[in-house]
């Protein structure tokens, strides 16, 4: 397993941006996929973005297509989420997710999970 530590989240008014950073220890995060789920209050955590190892191939939910960017960086074993044209309904606790399989993964059963960190979108 990975363990993982999100940071970056906090509070933004509607259409700025953040920078999500999930810090993975583990000699198996470069030979995982990563990604980004989020659960806003009263509702399922949903997939967000997937990343796969070496960063070559991403996947994206559809809410956030051309506003959210999800890279990493191997020799700093971290995930990154940058989220641009946030919205209201962008608000949740967004989680770190690491698997072996980007279909796990997008399927919501991931490996390792990291504790969350808040993202809250003002109007």
């Known amino acids: 397993q990975v363990q993982l530590v999100e940071s970056g989240g906090g509070l933004v008014q509607a259409g700025g941006s953040l920078r999500l950073s999930c810090a993975a220890s583990g000699r198996t995060f470069s030979t995982n996929y990563m990604g980004w789920f989020r659960q806003a209050p009263g509702k399922e955590r949903e997939f967000v973005a997937a990343i796969s190892w070496g960063g070559g191939r991403t996947t994206y939910a559809d809410s956030v297509k051309g506003r959210f960017t999800i890279s990493r960086d191997d020799a700093k074993n971290t995930v990154y989420l940058q989220m641009n044209s946030l919205k209201r309904e962008d608000t949740a606790v967004y989680y770190c997710?690491?698997?072996?399989?980007?279909?796990?993964?997008?399927?919501?059963?991931?490996?390792?999970w990291g504790q969350g960190t808040q993202v809250t979108v003002s109007s």
């Open positions: 997710a690491a698997d072996r399989l980007v279909n796990r993964m997008t399927s919501g059963i991931c490996d390792s």
